[in-house]
């Protein structure tokens, strides 16, 4: 099992940043992408970005290319997601989640652990 937990989120302007992050505890091993998910009230979860857990290929959604960068620290076991120019269709519940197969996705049923969710709320 993957133990997953968000912090980071609130309350912000629009062009304003947040820095998001998520620490991962028991079986990390077991990972191999981590990945940054996002759902607004009445809309499915949505794809925001991933990282390989042991190297550097990244991945983004359209939406927010250029605006949020994922990284992460292996020895603290943590992924973060760096908020920059936000908007107000940024809004939503921010979910880490982990995934243990080697190939990347950006579908929400390939993953495996999720953590609870940080709000995030850019107001205009």
């Known amino acids: 099992q993957v133990q997953l937990v968000e912090s980071g989120g609130g309350l912000v302007q629009a062009g304003g940043s947040l820095r998001l992050s998520c620490a991962a505890s028991?079986?990390?091993?077991?990972?191999?992408?981590m990945g940054w998910f996002r759902q607004a009230p009445g809309k499915e979860r949505e794809f925001v970005a991933s990282?390989?857990?042991?190297?550097?290929?990244?991945y983004y959604a359209d939406s927010v290319k250029g605006r949020f960068t994922i990284s992460r620290d292996n020895a603290k076991n943590a992924v973060y997601l760096q908020l920059n120019s936000l908007k107000p269709e940024d809004t939503a519940v921010y979910y880490c989640?982990?995934?243990?197969?080697?190939?990347?996705?950006?579908?929400?049923?390939?993953?495996?652990?999720w953590g609870q969710g940080t709000q995030v709320t850019v107001s205009s």
């Open positions: 990282i390989r857990w042991s190297g550097l290929r990244l």
């Open positions: 028991g079986r990390t091993f077991d990972i191999y992408y």
């Open positions: 989640a982990a995934r243990g197969a080697t190939k990347v996705s950006a579908l929400s049923d390939d993953y495996d652990y």
